[in-house]
């Protein structure tokens, strides 16, 4: 037999199939299509990584399957080439990045090629490739022309010590990434593009894709619809007591508008700067306003920072609602950009407005009780067929004189655990009446009234000692005993329940109906609750459902139900040299105007050396032969737009490209995008599932719009990997030198291995820390099949082998099996299931051709060079990858034979192989006359045999 040379073998299949170009996609096919993206890769000078290698194996496998299956498939690659590491790597060394960009995209070239992938190489595209970037030109032209390119003043992240604007990701905790220096907002034009003008379409058509769920989520909590109300509210001038002007709020919560005790401004809200005049305390605003402008919004949003505001003494708003006078404070936690930028405060109800309240000493008004209701098939589910009594009652929270316990009542065989509790009488004072049921349930005398405790929490259950359903509506209050001077109680009481003492740290678990664990929680810390329930304290809307009086009590104050959305439009320039040029110009008379369609592109200049600038503009603009221009429109002096575009420019739209990358009259012919789009499936990375897969379908959906492109989505499937980290589960970083080096491993043990490793590692959805040592078993693996060569054998042979049937039956389980799994990106299980597979293969003592064929055809997409090899050395002339895809017959999966368990005195002893349909008495007799079974009767007679069918023959001695 010949030795397993993974070199040569690798070597002589790359070459071949590159000569034959099995790959290479056509549109001009009659078959039906697919097509397989994966995230083109970021050309960095560290050369491929093991990652990449984890997401484009997966995708290969399913493209080779698909191409086994009868498709025609096209499986692409290119390069996303502009980027941030290439500038400034660039800078450093004083070269242009377009020649390490070359560079580097050899070294990926040459990588990917030497792990065997079935990518069709004559598409390679490159985002920085001027015949590219012509057409990302164009499209931002398209979107200038229909108004969704736009120029806004913005905020830049800049660096005062390096002088120079940072993109997001070049600021780390607010400092510059490369000199700490912490950075500073400065404004400047931006481009933008209009993205939130499709914000809906964005989110609804997420339903008509096939994305896993948390891609959906993740989009849709990016894009933040929102409904909810603007609600105008009158604010005046506390001393002439008249109107000055209104404020609108949004809120998502417009039923707790009852409980809205004062107003929040935006310090940035523009009724602040218009109105200071009228304000008594105008310098501490002023400062406070000052100190916001220095915050990311992060810092402001972040919930576990603590918020500060400032009141805008000397005026104060009118709560539609119920004409109350409320206080307006500005406060940083309320961002400018969002809904109206300002809300109405309500601290019961939202978490960071009762913190504030707390902090500042504001009203709190309770407008929603949490209800809870007994819960379905207990003991206290409401019962429909009885009668319901309304009843308020109380909670006592009776704390021990001196020790840490609290002094409850268990009610016997009702079986509830609970605080002190009293009805309230109409007209009766709360707390004289929890004195009084304090008093006669327990016999303590003297008792001292401490707090109320959060707002009402309404219950509803069966009363089976009054055989009425009850809604109970409920405060707690807090009391301490004096003294522990007693009386005896009263026997009707001591019927019901007895008081008993329960230490603090055991309350938690003695209370056991859910609205006395909320008054406990809320006792030991108040929060505002959030959550649903009946609308109290509220006027005419009491009582109505929450979803109702959303919009009843919007209307009755002259409000208006929105949606609104968080996600912003888009900014779409960098100052930077190493990206596409912005194809634009600045004409002193004409103003902005676009570089006409014919003279696109507009290229980079070609320079040795470039700098950034040092007043924040992009490195282009100091390069005069290249910013000086003549107007298309007038001919006269003009400027070009020194704004390149982001990174995310190219990669919005590739993927049409790649239909038809050659194309130099459109960015892709119609009928070659009508035959290959949509995407069919397209994995990629969790970190790309928000922007660029948003910022992509943004780009796509515009296109569809104008008529561009067939479908209104871009992508129809896509999935996620998990990360590959290094040995010890981090980050594999140059830093700390624990970069895993592709090509030595493809050197030592071979593509087909490291594929096959990659793939076993472990579940394909989740991060996963390399492991050098495996990748033995996966080459072990690969010399197995490799071996089992010797053991083929004619067909003839191998029919009388007893051993053939069962390896029949898991030949067609492992085929049902590894094409199932493929499916469902379960690559490490469709492995192992073809390592019990080689293993039975390798107990029999022959193999025949058809059998070891198929187990190289399903192997084929993990390993695609050896198992080639091996097909041509059992004798096919063609590539195992254009085969039909095997099938398997389901009648077949189950075997016909079962192995059953002999168990005597209940002990297994012994087994024995049966025909599935071997009779009762048939399975007891063999039972019976097997060696062991003898040996244990020793000549008596058993007392009993029972037989469980297919399972088990039981023998009682
Ligand atoms: C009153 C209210 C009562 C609110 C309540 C919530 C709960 P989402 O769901 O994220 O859209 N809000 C509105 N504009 C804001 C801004 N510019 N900056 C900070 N917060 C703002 O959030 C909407 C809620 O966030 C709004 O509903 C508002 O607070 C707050 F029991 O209004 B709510
Ligand atoms: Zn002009």
Same mark, same amino acid.
Not at 217 to 239: K, L, V, Y
């Given at each position: 037999m010949s030795e397993y040379n993974h070199k040569a073998i690798e070597k002589k299949w790359q070459e071949k199939w590159e000569q034959s170009g099995i790959y290479t996609a056509t549109e001009n096919s009659k078959k039906k299509k697919f097509f397989g993206l994966i995230e083109f890769p970021y050309p960095s000078g560290d050369g491929l990584h093991v990652g990449h290698i984890r997401s484009n194996t997966a995708m290969d496998i399913i493209c080779r399957k698909r191409r086994a299956e009868g498709f025609e498939v096209l499986y692409p690659i290119g390069w996303d080439a502009f980027g941030l590491p290439t500038e400034n790597y660039a800078i450093k060394t004083g070269r242009n990045p377009n020649e390490v960009t070359l560079e580097n995209t050899d070294t990926f070239r040459r990588q990917l090629k030497a792990l065997g992938f079935s990518f069709d190489w004559?598409?390679?595209?490159?985002?920085?490739?001027?015949?590219?970037?012509?057409?990302?030109?164009?499209?931002?032209?398209?979107?200038?022309?229909?108004?969704?390119?736009?120029?806004?003043?913005?905020?830049?992240?800049?660096?005062?010590?390096?002088?120079?604007?940072?993109?997001?990701?070049?600021?780390?905790?607010?400092?510059?990434?490369?000199?700490?220096?912490?950075?500073?907002?400065?404004?400047?034009?931006?481009?933008?593009?209009?993205?939130?003008?499709?914000?809906?379409?964005?989110?609804?058509?997420?339903?008509?894709?096939?994305?896993?769920?948390?891609?959906?989520?993740?989009?849709?909590?990016?894009?933040?619809?929102?409904?909810?109300?603007?609600? $105008?509210?009158?604010?005046?001038?506390?001393?002439?007591?008249?109107?000055?002007?209104?404020?609108?709020?949004? /809120?998502?919560?417009?039923?707790?508008?009852?409980?809205?005790?004062?107003?929040?401004?935006? &310090?940035? *809200?523009?009724?602040?700067?218009?109105?200071?005049?009228?304000?008594? #305390?105008?310098?501490?605003?002023?400062?406070?306003?000052?100190?916001?402008?220095?915050?990311?919004?992060?810092?402001? /949003?972040?919930?576990?920072?603590?918020? /500060?505001?400032?009141?805008?003494?000397?005026?104060?708003?009118?709560?539609?609602?119920?004409?109350?006078?409320?206080?307006?404070?500005?406060?940083?936690?309320?961002? &400018?950009?969002?809904?109206?930028?300002?809300?109405?405060?309500?601290?019961?109800?939202?978490?960071?407005?009762?913190?504030?309240?707390?902090?500042?000493?504001?009203?709190?008004? *309770?407008?929603?009780?949490?209800?809870? &209701?007994?819960?379905?098939?207990? $003991?206290?589910?409401?019962?429909?067929?009885?009668?319901?009594?309304?009843?308020k009652t109380i909670y006592?929270?009776?704390? *021990?004189?001196?020790?840490?316990?609290?002094?409850?009542?268990?009610?016997?065989?009702?079986?509830?655990?609970?605080?002190?509790?009293?009805?309230?009488?109409?007209?009766?004072?709360?707390?004289?009446?929890?004195?009084?049921?304090?008093?006669?349930?327990?016999?303590?005398?003297?008792?001292?009234?401490?707090?109320?405790?959060?707002?009402?929490?309404?219950?509803?259950?069966?009363?089976?000692?009054?055989?009425? #359903?009850?809604?109970?509506?409920?405060?707690?209050?807090?009391?301490?005993?004096?003294?522990?001077?007693k009386i005896e109680v009263a026997e009707e009481e001591t019927k019901k329940h007895t008081a008993v003492w329960v230490a603090e740290k055991d309350m938690a678990t003695f209370l056991n109906l859910s609205n006395l664990n909320y008054v406990w929680e809320q006792f030991k810390k108040e929060t505002a609750y959030t959550g649903a329930g009946t609308i109290i304290n509220s006027g005419a809307f009491n009582d109505i459902p929450i979803d109702e009086a959303k919009k009843m009590i919007t209307e009755s104050v002259g409000g208006k139900m929105v949606t609104t959305y968080k996600l912003r439009d888009w900014v779409f320039s960098r100052q930077r040299y190493w990206g596409e040029p912005i194809p634009m110009v600045h004409c002193e008379k004409c103003g902005i105007v676009p570089v006409p369609e014919k003279d696109l592109p507009v290229t980079l200049p070609e320079v040795k050396n470039y700098k950034p600038t040092e007043t924040g503009e992009s490195p282009l603009a100091s390069i005069s032969e290249w910013v000086n221009t003549t107007c298309p429109k007038c001919n006269g002096k003009a400027k070009r737009e020194t704004d390149t575009m982001p990174n995310w420019a190219g990669s919005s739209w590739y993927y049409l490209r790649y239909t038809d990358p050659k194309n130099t009259t459109a960015f892709a012919d119609a009928d070659k995008l009508r035959y290959w789009t949509p995407v069919d499936w397209y994995n990629g990375g969790m970190e790309h599932t928000t922007l660029h897969l948003l910022y992509s379908r943004f780009w796509h959906k515009f296109l569809y719009d104008l008529k561009l492109v067939p479908t209104s989505e871009p992508y129809q499937k896509r999935t996620s990997h998990g990360l590959i980290l290094a040995k010890g589960g981090v980050k594999m970083s140059k830093s700390i030198g624990n970069v895993v080096n592709p090509d030595s491993i493809v050197e030592t043990v071979g593509a087909d291995t490291l594929r096959i490793y990659e793939m076993f590692m472990g579940p394909f959805d989740q991060a996963i820390a390399w492991d050098t040592d495996s990748i033995a078993g996966s080459r072990r693996f690969v010399e197995r099949v490799w071996k089992l060569r010797d053991k083929l054998s004619d067909n003839r042979?191998?029919?009388?082998?007893?051993?053939?049937?069962?390896?029949?039956?898991?030949?067609?389980?492992?085929?049902?099996?590894?094409?199932?799994?493929?499916?469902?990106?379960?690559?490490?299980?469709?492995?192992?299931?073809?390592?019990?597979?080689?293993?039975?293969?390798?107990?029999?003592?022959?193999?025949?051709?058809?059998?070891?064929?198929?187990?190289?055809?399903?192997?084929?997409?993990?390993?695609?060079?050896?198992?080639?090899?091996?097909?041509?050395?059992?004798?096919?002339?063609?590539?195992?990858?254009?085969?039909p895809w095997p099938t398997y017959d389901p009648k077949k999966l189950v075997s016909d034979t079962v192995t059953i368990a002999v168990q005597i005195n209940g002990k297994m002893r012994t087994t024995f192989v049966a025909n599935r349909s071997i009779s009762e008495d048939d399975a007891k007799k063999t039972a019976l006359a097997l060696p062991e079974s003898i040996k244990w009767l020793d000549g008596k007679e058993p007392k009993k045999v029972i037989y469980i069918v297919g399972k088990i023959v039981s023998i009682v001695i």
């Open positions: 004559s598409r390679e595209v490159d985002t920085t490739d001027p015949a590219y970037y012509k057409w990302t030109q164009w499209l931002f032209l398209q979107f200038y022309k229909h108004g969704l390119a736009y120029k806004k003043k913005m905020a830049i992240n800049w660096c005062p010590k390096d002088l120079i604007g940072l993109a997001n990701e070049e600021v780390v905790d607010g400092c510059c990434e490369r000199c700490g220096t912490k950075v500073e907002k400065r404004e400047k034009e931006q481009w933008m593009l209009a993205i939130t003008k499709y914000a809906d379409r964005l989110d609804k058509d997420l339903d008509t894709v096939d994305f896993l769920e948390r891609i959906k989520i993740q989009q849709r909590n990016w894009i933040g619809r929102s409904e909810g109300a603007q609600i $105008r509210f009158m604010i005046h001038d506390s001393r002439i007591m008249n109107e000055i002007g209104e404020v609108e709020i949004f /809120t998502t919560r417009p039923d707790t508008l009852f409980g809205a005790t004062y107003l929040v401004l935006a &310090p940035e *809200h523009s009724f602040v700067t218009n109105n200071l005049k009228l304000t008594t #305390n105008k310098e501490e605003i002023l400062a406070y306003i000052k100190k916001t402008q220095d915050k990311t919004e992060e810092d402001r /949003t972040e919930v576990s920072k603590n918020k /500060t505001g400032v009141e805008l003494k000397g005026i104060y708003a009118i709560n539609p609602a119920n004409n109350e006078k409320i206080p307006v404070w500005i406060a940083d936690y309320v961002l &400018p950009q969002y809904g109206t930028g300002a809300i109405m405060a309500v601290p019961a109800h939202d978490d960071r407005d009762f913190e504030f309240a707390k902090k500042y000493n504001l009203a709190i008004r *309770h407008v929603i009780a949490p209800l809870f &209701p007994a819960l379905k098939d207990s $003991r206290d589910e409401v019962r429909p067929d009885k009668p319901t009594e309304k009843r006592g929270i009776v704390k *021990h004189w001196k020790d840490d316990s609290y002094l409850c009542l268990d009610w016997g065989k009702l079986g509830w655990h609970s605080f002190v509790i009293g009805g309230v009488e109409a007209g009766e004072d709360v707390i004289e009446a929890a004195t009084r049921e304090i008093k006669e349930e327990t016999g303590y005398q003297h008792i001292k009234f401490v707090r109320k405790v959060g707002g009402e929490t309404h219950a509803s259950f069966y009363a089976h000692h009054k055989e009425v #359903n009850r809604y109970s509506i409920s405060e707690a209050y807090h009391f301490e005993l004096i003294d522990g001077e042979t191998q029919t009388t082998d007893p051993k053939a049937k069962e390896i029949k039956i898991l030949l067609h389980k492992t085929t049902k099996k590894v094409g199932e799994d493929i499916e469902a990106m379960k690559f490490n299980t469709a492995i192992s299931a073809m390592m019990i597979f080689v293993s039975e293969l390798e107990k029999t003592e022959s193999i025949s051709k058809a059998t070891y064929g198929t187990l190289l055809q399903l192997l084929a997409p993990f390993a695609p060079h050896f198992t080639e090899e091996l097909w041509e050395m059992i004798g096919h002339a063609d590539s195992i990858h254009l085969e």
